[in-house]
C-alpha cells in the first residue's frame, strides 16, 4: 500500500518553531487529496489539530498551522511549549487500490 | 456534540473474530461516515473501514477479507467484525466519524473527528 512518511522524531527547546513533514506521492497528496494533522498525547485517543490543510478546529492554539507543496505537507509549531511534547500524524486519502484513508507513521516531538 | 465509545471483549483468541461495538450520542446515525481505526502498541494508525447512513460500507483493502462493519440505528452502535485474529491484530482499536464539508459527498477530503477514547484487544491463546 501507498504510504505518508513522516520523521520518527523532531526536538526543539521551548519557544522555537518545530515543523513536521508528511511526504506522499501521486495517489495521495499529489493528487490533490486534503492533508489533515492529529496530536496524540501518551494514553489518550488522537486528537484533530489541522484538517483541511490549514484550518484549526476552535480550540486549537494558533501556534499551530499547516502547508502543502506538490506531493509534501507540513506542520509547523511556532513557539513550542512543553505541553505539545507528543506524537503527530499526518492523514489524507489514497486512490490507488480500491482507494483508502492513510496515515503517516507518526512524528514523536520532544521538548528539550 | 457526538460522543463516541468503543465497548467489547479485550482479549480474543487467535482464529476467532473480534467484535467490537461503538456507541453513538448526541447525534444520529444517519448521513455520516463511521470509521473504525486501529493502533499496535507503540506503531501507528490504520483506517479499517467505515459504513455510511443506510449501511454502505467501504474497507481497507489490506483488510477487506476479513472485516465486516455493520450498524444498528434502533441502538444507535455500528460494529465492527475481523475474523481469523492472529497477534499482528492486537491494537487499541478506536471508532471515529469521517467528517467532511458538504460538497465532499465520497468524503476524499475528510478528517476523522471526533474519535472514541479507544479500547484495546489483545489476541492471546
Known amino acids: 500500500q501507498s504510504v505518508l512518511t513522516q520523521p520518527p522524531s523532531v526536538s526543539g527547546a521551548p519557544g522555537q518553531t518545530v515543523t513536521i513533514s508528511c511526504t506522499g506521492g501521486?495517489?495521495?497528496?499529489?493528487?490533490?487529496?486534503?492533508v489533515h494533522w492529529y496530536q496524540q498525547l501518551p494514553g489518550a485517543a488522537p486528537r484533530l489539530l489541522i484538517y483541511g490543510i490549514s484550518n484549526r478546529p476552535s480550540g486549537v492554539p494558533d501556534r499551530f498551522s499547516g502547508s502543502k507543496s506538490g506531493t509534501s505537507a507540513s506542520l509547523a509549531i511556532t513557539g513550542v511549549q512543553g505541553e505539545d511534547e507528543a506524537d503527530y500524524y499526518c492523514?489524507?486519502?489514497?486512490?490507488?487500490?480500491?482507494?483508502?484513508?492513510?496515515f503517516g507513521g507518526g512524528t514523536k516531538l520532544t521538548v528539550l | 456534540q457526538v460522543q463516541l465509545q468503543e465497548s467489547g471483549p479485550g482479549l480474543v483468541k487467535p482464529s476467532e473474530t473480534l467484535s467490537l461495538n461503538c456507541s453513538v450520542s448526541g447525534g444520529s446515525l444517519s448521513s455520516n461516515y463511521w470509521s473504525w481505526i486501529r493502533q499496535p502498541p507503540g506503531k501507528g494508525l490504520e483506517w479499517i473501514g467505515y459504513i455510511y447512513d443506510s449501511g454502505s460500507t467501504k474497507y481497507n483493502p489490506s483488510l477487506k477479507s476479513r472485516v465486516t462493519i455493520s450498524v444498528d440505528t434502533s441502538n444507535n452502535h455500528f460494529s465492527l467484525r475481523l475474523s481469523s485474529v492472529t497477534a499482528a491484530d492486537t491494537a487499541v482499536y478506536y471508532c471515529?466519524?469521517?467528517?467532511?464539508?458538504?460538497?465532499?459527498?465520497?468524503?476524499?477530503?475528510?478528517?476523522?473527528?471526533?474519535w472514541g477514547q479507544g479500547t484495546l484487544v489483545t489476541v492471546f491463546s
Open positions: 501521486d495517489s495521495n497528496i499529489g493528487a490533490g487529496y486534503h
Open positions: 492523514q489524507s486519502y489514497d486512490s490507488s487500490l480500491s482507494g483508502f484513508w492513510l
Open positions: 471515529a466519524t469521517l467528517s467532511r464539508r458538504s460538497y465532499d459527498s465520497s468524503g476524499y477530503q475528510g478528517w476523522f473527528d471526533p
